[in-house]
């Protein structure tokens, strides 16, 4: 059973910030949310994780939403090679990483 | 940043011989590595989880037999589908943990095609 939900696909302008949403509603207190990124047949890339607070990156921001039932990623000046699936995952640190289906973010020109 | 070194990154095999793909993390020990495979347009399901020194821990309906996994080092594990039918095609991708910092770093996966 999915642990979190994503919305199939998105678009994005250029230059603009990408905004990603992610729903986990029963995460628990010990497991962390990870994003991570698939350009097309390649392996995924880390993005960014965080547990409770807020997160920045070079790459991107997580916001975690205070019942920490769900957060964002975003990606501040998407460029059209951002374009990617884009996997929101629950986990705690001892246990494997499972891939729901995640977000095909295009960025458009 | 770390690394994790997959090879080889294309393979095509006749049906019925054996393929063996490499999975190295490059600059930090792995106690335990991940595999999964991932089949066009849809996303990435884990096969089995490594841990070096013991047996790999397979998910349900994987067949232990078919993908064999050794994990005999704290840098290297590695998967060989046994006699490979074209059904095995797929795109199979390692990852490794790095518990020292929380993440888990993916290989740049193999594409597998059998003829």
């Known amino acids: 059973d999915a642990k979190t939900t994503q919305p199939p696909s998105m678009d994005c302008a250029e230059g603009r910030a990408a905004n990603l949403p992610c729903n986990h509603s029963?995460?628990?207190?010990?497991?962390?949310v990870y994003w991570y990124r698939q350009i097309h047949s390649q392996g995924p890339q880390y993005i960014i994780h965080g547990l409770k607070n807020n997160e920045t990156n070079e790459m991107a921001s997580l916001i975690i939403t205070e019942d920490r039932k769900s957060s964002t990623l975003i990606l501040p000046h998407a460029t059209l090679r951002d374009t990617a699936v884009y996997y929101c995952?629950?986990?705690?640190?001892?246990?494997?990483?499972?891939f729901g289906a995640g977000t095909r973010l295009t960025v458009k020109p | 940043g770390a690394v994790v070194s997959q090879h080889p990154s294309r393979v095509i095999c006749k049906s019925g011989t054996s393929v063996k793909i490499e999975c190295r993390s490059l600059?930090?020990?792995?106690?335990?590595m991940f595999w999964y495979r991932q089949f066009p347009k849809q996303s990435l399901m884990l096969m089995a989880t490594s841990n070096e020194g013991s047996k790999a821990t397979y998910e349900q309906g994987v067949e232990k037999d078919k993908f064999l996994i050794n994990h005999a080092s704290l840098t290297l594990s590695t998967l060989t589908v046994t006699s490979a039918h074209p059904e095995d095609s797929s795109f199979y991708i390692c990852s490794a943990r790095d518990t020292g910092i929380k993440k888990l770093f993916f290989g740049s996966g193999t594409q597998l095609s059998v003829l």
């Open positions: 600059d930090f020990q792995a106690t335990t």
């Open positions: 995952i629950v986990r705690d640190l001892n246990n494997d990483m499972r």
């Open positions: 029963t995460i628990s207190g010990n497991e962390y």
